[in-house]
């Protein structure tokens, strides 16, 4: 697809000239820093478009191929993966700490599985939501992996998405304390690399083997 | 000024309580569009009165958080300059065909349609709405009330998703309509709803209820 010669983290645009980037800002959170750093290139390189993106994150639209590494340069922020067969993002509600209804950190935990899993190798990309109530505003339950706080503890459901071939997805254990869910997930992910075919979604596992398979296997 | 009045400038929704006396702040963001001056404002703005920070969402949409009560209204009153009204029932696009190069439909104007023509409906309860470009369909259109996907043909409508508590894949109205034809239909199904449904009760839970029948049935009636 023309990736495999963009400059780094660039994803060629419709213009087939220009790139986009994508920096990390896990879940979500853009702290004072690095909102002076994203407006500062935006003046300085007079980047034509910047989009919200439904990961949680701000892509710079347009640049000039010799721009890019500039930009990285001048940003000091991380590549947030766009493209690839990787972990994607994680994204996560407000949970208890911004949101009145969060039964559960989900900021915190959202962040903390960012840290351990973005950019993870896998056979196809993944997306994670992190919800801090029943009402999953993470919309869990169509991400690759969902988890959903309740008051026993944390629900993990896995084999969800979203777009062209929705699916809505299975739940894999309930009542799990935070590090039990964050060993969980890890354990999810081997056993997809071990078991997925290459570009195939967890969606399109689970809907092959089941639930109750991936159940035998990991729990 | 009383927190009250400061609520009451604003649309609904744009202030939101997050306890301990702090609140959210939403920016007003049509469909993730972004610019460097509105970012160069909005860093003025956490600079000058010290915030916390910013929160990206996945609606797309950026918020202040932990704005203390105290400046709530200077927030307000600097944002009040850049940024315009929140819709009633917001519109979400993926990037769309100035941007993606899969886009076999423009979804952002689509949006921008959706967006206003909703703003004529009353409706039971909350609507969300997704456009997508293509078939990859990275509005998420499948899993929100409203969804239109873009194809070769023309658009793909949907109706009946939600991804959150109680995620349900929606059921496809009609395929390969034009645009005025899907405002239509999307119009024809939203007034079956509005008439029907129960006070509160989401676009999925009502089509569960009532079956995909029935609403065909109001859809085709002329």
Redesign the interface.
């Known amino acids: 697809m023309g990736e495999k010669d963009a400059p780094k983290g660039a994803i060629l645009q419709r213009d087939k000239k220009t790139y986009a980037i994508v920096p990390r800002t896990p879940v979500g959170l853009v702290t004072p820093d690095v909102l002076e750093a994203l407006a500062r290139v935006g003046r300085k390189f007079e980047i034509p478009i910047m989009k919200i993106t439904s990961g949680q994150r701000i892509a710079l639209v347009g640049l000039e191929e010799e721009q890019v590494d500039q930009v990285w340069e001048d940003l000091k922020m991380d590549i947030g993966p766009a493209v690839g067969l990787c972990v994607h993002y994680v994204q996560a509600c407000p949970g208890t700490e911004v949101c009145k209804f969060g039964l559960r950190d989900s900021l915190g935990l959202g962040l903390e599985l960012e840290e351990m899993f973005v950019g993870k190798q896998l056979p196809a990309k993944m997306k994670v939501g992190v919800s801090g109530c029943t009402m999953c505003c993470a919309e869990s339950y169509v991400r690759d992996v969902g988890l959903i706080g309740k008051r026993k503890g944390w629900t993990m459901v896995v084999g969800g998405n979203a777009s062209g071939r929705p699916r809505i997805a299975d739940v894999l254990a309930e009542d799990l304390t935070r590090s039990e869910a964050i060993e969980l997930v890890g354990r999810f992910m081997n056993y997809y690399n071990e078991n997925s075919n290459k570009r195939s979604r967890s969606s399109m596992l689970l809907k092959k083997v089941g639930i109750d398979a991936v159940k035998a296997a990991i729990l | 000024m009383e927190l009250n009045e400061i609520m009451q400038e604003v649309p609904s929704g744009a202030i939101r309580?997050?306890?301990k006396g702090l609140y959210?702040v939403m920016v007003r963001?049509a469909f993730?569009?972004?610019?460097?001056e509105?970012?160069?404002s909005?860093?003025k703005i956490?600079?000058d009165l010290g915030?916390?920070?910013?929160?990206?969402?996945?609606?797309?949409?950026?918020q202040l958080?932990?704005v203390p009560e105290d400046k709530l209204k200077e927030v307000v009153d600097r944002l009040g300059q850049v940024v315009g009204d929140i819709s009633k029932y917001p519109v979400?696009a993926c990037?769309g065909?100035?941007?993606?190069?899969f886009?076999v439909q423009d979804s952002t104007a689509m949006a921008e349609k959706l967006e206003e023509f909703l703003n004529a409906f009353e409706l039971p309860s909350k609507l969300k709405s997704g456009v997508?470009g293509c078939?990859?369909?990275?509005?998420?259109s499948?899993?929100r009330d409203v969804g239109l996907?873009g194809t070769k043909k023309g658009w793909t409508v949907l109706f009946g998703?939600n991804?959150?508590?109680g995620?349900?894949?929606?059921d496809t109205l009609a395929e390969g309509v034009s645009d005025e034809q899907a405002f239509e239909i999307i119009g024809k199904a939203l007034d079956f709803y509005r008439e029907n449904a129960k006070k509160k009760e989401r676009t999925a839970r009502f089509f569960e209820r009532v079956g995909i029948d029935a609403v065909m049935e109001a859809v085709n009636r002329s």
Do not use: F, H
């Open positions: 309580p997050c306890g959210i963001t993730g569009d972004i610019s460097a509105l970012l160069n909005l860093n956490v600079q915030l916390s920070g910013m929160r990206v969402t996945a609606q797309q949409r950026m958080i932990n979400g990037a065909i100035k941007l993606c190069r886009g997508s078939s990859m369909s990275c509005g998420e499948y899993v996907v998703g991804a959150g508590k995620a349900r894949k929606a």
